[in-house]
């Protein structure tokens, strides 16, 4: 059993909802899993391993989860951690607005073990009016792209990689 940490930004909830079930997936195969929002996260070091994600807006992630990912990099490199995406919606997503590269090659050079993109949800309640013309000119069937079977797959695959690793003892030499 692993102590493990979830930790997101979510700006309309639906990132942390998909934060949510891979914590709940990974409790159901017997870990212990806390499941936060990455502004109130304040160190790692009581955890085996992390997952960190966001929402991503025009390739960025949101604020609370580049700093947790920048003030935590020394903790997170001596640890197995993923990071995951969430973000394309509409009828033809382009996955690449939802690439965050400058996390993405952040988290790659302190050894993170896999990153995923999810499909997004566009907001239930829009809150201005660029939001509400993309739920207007979206379809309803392509409003929310979070496939819930592919996000569990995600945490079982994490969970396995779990039972079969050992954290590194010390962060990569660029990090120190």
């Not at 891979?22 to 790692?44: H, M, T």
């Not at 960190?52 to 390739?59: E, I, L």
């Not at 607005?97 to 499909?119: C, K, Q």
Request: hydrophobic share 40%; net charge positive; aromatic share 8%.
């Amino acid at each position: 059993m692993s102590r493990l940490l979830v930790a997101y930004s979510s700006k309309h909830g639906a990132t942390a909802e998909i934060a949510d079930a891979i914590a709940d997936e990974l409790r159901r195969r017997g870990n212990e899993a806390d499941c936060l929002p990455a502004e109130n996260v304040e160190d790692i070091d009581a955890y085996d391993a992390a997952i960190v994600g966001s929402a991503v807006y025009a390739k960025r992630w949101r604020r609370g989860a580049r700093r947790l990912l920048k003030r935590q990099g020394k903790a997170l490199a001596a640890r197995p951690f993923w990071i995951f995406s969430s973000g394309p919606c509409g009828e033809n997503p382009d996955p690449s607005w939802s690439e965050p590269t400058g996390v993405v090659r952040r988290a790659t050079a302190l050894g993170v073990r896999d990153h995923v993109i999810f499909g997004g949800r566009l907001p239930l309640e829009p809150g201005n009016f660029i939001e509400r013309a993309m739920v207007d000119k979206c379809a309803p069937e392509h409003r929310d792209l979070r496939d819930w079977g592919e996000i569990r797959e995600w945490a079982a695959k994490i969970d396995a990689e779990l039972r079969s690793v050992v954290p590194r003892a010390q962060p990569p030499d660029s990090y120190r």
